[in-house]
Nanobody, 128 residues
């Protein structure tokens, strides 16, 4: 059974940092891409970033580029999202998700319809 469990969400002041974790099980990372999404109150869920197991490439949305970093620790079956210079508009429930990729795929803009498995989400609140 595939499972993804997010943790690390918290209340933080603007300008601060936070690291989210996504512990996965039930699949081998070298066959999947893992992405982070977020959903703010009253808004649609949006893709934040993705990492590909094929070549460790990453992709970031413009709204987080230069501030967020996605990385993986295969030994711990965990993907991380390091978030720096946080802004109030980063406030949202953050989800990690996974989808199968072919051997030649690199990371790309995370699109919901591609993702097969989702975590339950973790709340990030940035106060001004």
């Amino acid at each position: 059974e595939v499972q993804l469990v997010e943790s690390g969400g918290a209340l933080v002041q603007a300008g601060g940092s936070l690291r989210l974790s996504c512990a996965y099980s039930g699949f081998a990372f070298d066959e999947y891409a893992i992405g982070w999404f977020r959903q703010a109150p009253g808004k649609e869920r949006e893709g934040v970033c993705e990492i590909s197991s094929n070549d460790d490439t990453t992709y970031y949305s413009d709204s987080v580029k230069g501030r967020f970093t996605i990385s993986s620790d295969n030994a711990k079956n965990t993907v991380y999202l390091e978030m720096n210079s946080l802004k109030p508009e980063d406030t949202a429930v953050y989800y990690c998700a996974a989808h199968y990729i072919s051997l030649i795929e690199s990371a790309t803009m995370p699109l919901e319809y591609r993702y097969d498995y989702w975590g339950q989400g973790t709340q990030v609140t940035v106060s001004s």
